[in-house]
């Protein structure tokens, strides 16, 4: 009689000791890695990101608002991230609407932006702020919109003067970045790193000049109020001429789709919160 245990019956081994009643072990072998492989998968999607230094992921984050607004300026006249100087210049349009078309331009990179923000902070309150998977496919959908953006500048119709025309293939990539713009700044209050948006320096430069600990030797929050325009600014210099150069606005959009994929990959790698 087959012996019993508490997962049912042992058969006696046979073969020099191999265990043959239900198929070869090579048959069985791929079943196992392969499910544990979909469970280690989600499990380590679904955990959310440590906080600490995730604040170096967001001062990257300044580079590409340079490269996208100073690129924006010099082709279409209107900002794409930092809607301050948008408002000011629609509220010269509507001073003077027969003087500048820019007006429309800024317009619609703030409807965009505010848009934006209204869909990327409720994708992140509703899935959890700060899981892997929600910044992972945060950064995702900024890099696709981007790269939408880049796509009609390489291979759609050309304009004679994209500083004054107000055509679809110019307001269609501002409201495109524009709308992904804010995904960074959704971000920043995910993570509690809530001055760090990436779309605001007056704020910054107020704090950091206003700090009372401003020459301290140790002091993390000044550091990061002196790299964010740092960042910002080394990134609007390349943006500008890279734009001026022979690779254009569209180049210059496809290197900052580029930088998202990076951050992407920054946020798979990066720790698991403590539990």
């Given at each position: 009689?087959?012996?019993?245990?508490?997962?049912?019956?042992?058969?006696?081994?046979?073969?020099?000791?191999?265990?043959?009643?239900?198929?070869?072990?090579?048959?069985?072998?791929?079943?196992?890695?392969?499910?544990?492989?979909?469970?280690?998968?989600?499990?380590?999607?679904?955990?959310?990101?440590?906080?600490?230094?995730?604040?170096?992921?967001?001062?990257?984050?300044?580079?590409?608002?340079?490269?996208?607004?100073?690129?924006a300026i010099s082709t279409w006249g209107s900002f794409v991230s930092m809607q301050t100087g948008n408002t000011v210049y629609i509220g010269l349009?509507?001073?003077?609407?027969?003087?500048?078309?820019?007006?429309?331009?800024?317009?619609?990179?703030?409807?965009?932006?505010?848009?934006?923000?209204?869909?990327?902070?409720?994708?992140?309150?509703?899935?959890?702020?700060?899981?892997?998977?929600?910044?992972?496919?945060?950064?995702?959908?900024?890099?696709?919109?981007?790269?939408?953006?880049?796509?009609?500048?390489?291979?759609?119709?050309?304009?004679?003067?994209?500083?004054?025309?107000?055509?679809?293939?110019?307001?269609?990539?501002?409201?495109?970045?524009?709308?992904?713009?804010?995904?960074?700044?959704?971000?920043?209050?995910?993570?509690?790193?809530?001055?760090?948006?990436?779309?605001?320096?007056?704020?910054?430069?107020?704090?950091?000049?206003?700090?009372?600990?401003?020459?301290?030797?140790?002091?993390?929050?000044?550091?990061?109020?002196?790299?964010?325009?740092?960042?910002?600014?080394?990134?609007?210099?390349?943006?500008?001429?890279?734009?001026?150069?022979?690779?254009?606005?569209?180049?210059?959009?496809?290197?900052?789709?580029?930088?998202?994929?990076?951050?992407?990959?920054?946020?798979?790698?990066?720790?698991?919160?403590?539990?």
């Open positions: 009689m087959a012996a019993s245990s508490q997962y049912g019956t042992v058969n006696k081994p046979v073969n020099g000791g191999r265990n043959v009643a239900f198929g070869s072990a090579d048959e069985e072998q791929p079943l196992l890695p392969q499910t544990l492989s979909k469970s280690s998968w989600r499990k380590r999607m679904m955990v959310n990101v440590h906080r600490d230094w995730a604040d170096i992921v967001l001062l990257s984050c300044y580079i590409i608002t340079g490269l996208l607004d100073s690129a349009g509507l001073a003077a609407p027969k003087e500048s078309n820019r007006w429309i331009k800024s317009g619609t990179s703030l409807i965009s932006f505010c848009i934006g923000s209204f869909f990327f902070s409720r994708f992140h309150r509703y899935f959890s702020p700060t899981r892997r998977w929600v910044l992972c496919a945060s950064f995702q959908a900024q890099m696709a919109f981007i790269v939408a953006a880049a796509a009609i500048l390489t291979w759609g119709p050309k304009s004679a003067n994209e500083r004054e025309e107000v055509s679809w293939n110019v307001l269609v990539p501002i409201a495109l970045i524009a709308f992904q713009s804010c995904g960074q700044a959704v971000t920043s209050r995910a993570l509690k790193y809530n001055a760090l948006t990436s779309v605001v320096l007056t704020s910054l430069y107020c704090d950091l000049f206003s700090d009372a600990e401003l020459f301290a030797f140790d002091n993390a929050e000044r550091n990061r109020r002196i790299g964010a325009p740092s960042l910002l600014l080394f990134g609007a210099i390349m943006g500008g001429l890279l734009a001026h150069s022979t690779i254009g606005t569209a180049g210059v959009l496809w290197i900052a789709a580029g930088l998202k994929l990076l951050v992407v990959i920054s946020w798979f790698l990066w720790p698991p919160a403590e539990e």
